[in-house]
């Protein structure tokens, strides 16, 4: 008998009337909710509009959820096209099964739609995502404690996962406890947000670094973990597929860090989502022309490239200090004979004097 495990939940389901709230479903929104909460605030810091991240989510999601499933069905289709098996459970993504790398690779494609439409550059925007993107995924996984899925090999430890008869595997129907991998992966998830936020405040990681660093990271993770999982999975020269996937996946990463090691870091990594003109703080500038110059920058969606329009600013600002230093000059400018007035003009007194001394 054991003394310490995990328990499974009673249900994963509930009826509200006729519509049943499915755990899994509540945990994938949850953390769908957490990245679009710690993106907005990361993007908002950058400077721009926090409007963006769910213009450009309403395009990333819906992608990233097909490309989820069509991932887990290409890579395990005995479970819906075998004799005897239903075809049109391959719908049904309630049950589970959602392939990350299905989810990220279609939901960048949905991304970088909506980072087009709204002039934002995929690189700084996925950047901004990516400590969300592994946020998301760490409260995600409670959605297969739920199902009891995705659990790992039998074992004795005192933070084993106890599974119910229903859900476990045909080879070890009289074995109740298993390694909790979902927590495992949770926990590693969520170190990784931790160690994502601190790498871009101390090193500022940019031009699309910090989304290599977060994939390098969570595949480090999944390897180990996918090791410990017994579940059904086809394999390819001994390796779960998985495995071979996010082995791919990390060596991609790591010489995508490496390649771009020297990257300088981009003038403007927000594109037009800027709320005020790069580097010009509108709340300092005292003369009305230079400041609407910079809002017009700012506020600017005609098509203009972002160069063109810190160009415009810096000739608003430039003419502006021009024209100061034009009135100073004017105002204090004494000749060697006399004063001369800000117009230009020589007064009576200075006439006279002059007379006198070519006289003299």
Not at 101 to 113: E, K, N, Q, R, T
Not at 150 to 169: E, F, N, Q, S, V
Not at 246 to 263: I, P
Request: net charge negative.
């Amino acid at each position: 008998m054991e003394l310490a495990y995990i328990p499974s939940p009673s249900q994963g389901v509930w009826q509200l009337g006729p519509i049943p709230l499915r755990a899994y479903a509540l945990c994938i929104l949850a953390g769908i909710a957490a990245a679009l909460w710690l993106t907005r605030r990361r993007w908002l810091a950058l400077g721009g509009n926090p409007d963006d991240v769910l213009d450009i989510a309403l395009w990333a999601v819906p992608f990233g959820i097909v490309g989820g499933r069509v991932y887990h069905v290409v890579t395990d289709p005995e479970l819906y096209f075998k004799a005897g098996q239903q075809p049109i459970r391959a719908l049904y993504i309630w049950d589970g099964g959602l392939g990350i790398w299905g989810a990220v690779a279609l939901g960048a494609v949905g991304a970088w739609i909506g980072c087009r439409r709204r002039g934002v550059p995929l690189p700084g925007f996925a950047d901004a995502l990516a400590p969300g993107l592994i946020l998301a995924q760490a409260i995600g996984r409670w959605g297969n404690y739920f199902n009891q899925e995705l659990y790992g090999d039998p074992t004795k430890l005192p933070w084993g996962l106890l599974i119910d008869p229903a859900h476990r595997p045909p080879a070890t129907p009289d074995v109740s406890l298993y390694q909790p991998t979902f927590l495992y992966e949770s926990l590693w998830d969520l170190g990784c947000v931790f160690l994502l936020l601190w790498a871009d405040r101390s090193w500022n990681v940019h031009s699309g670094r910090l989304f290599a660093l977060y994939a390098a990271c969570y595949t480090a993770g999944r390897g180990w973990i996918e090791a410990l999982r017994d579940d059904h999975a086809n394999r390819l020269l001994g390796l779960r597929l998985n495995d071979w996937t996010s082995l791919v996946v990390f060596l991609c990463a790591v010489a995508f860090l490496v390649a771009t090691r020297d990257r300088p870091a981009p003038r403007n990594p927000i594109g037009r989502s800027r709320i005020t003109a790069l580097g010009v703080d509108t709340a300092n500038l005292t003369d009305p022309a230079t400041a609407s110059a910079v809002a017009d920058a700012a506020t600017d969606t005609d098509g203009a490239t972002d160069a063109d329009r810190a160009a415009d600013a810096d000739s608003a600002a430039t003419d502006t200090d021009t024209d100061t230093d034009s009135a100073a000059t004017a105002d204090s400018a004494v000749t060697a004979d006399g004063a001369v007035t800000a117009d230009g003009a020589v007064t009576a007194d200075t006439a006279d004097q002059r007379d006198a001394e070519l006289n003299a």
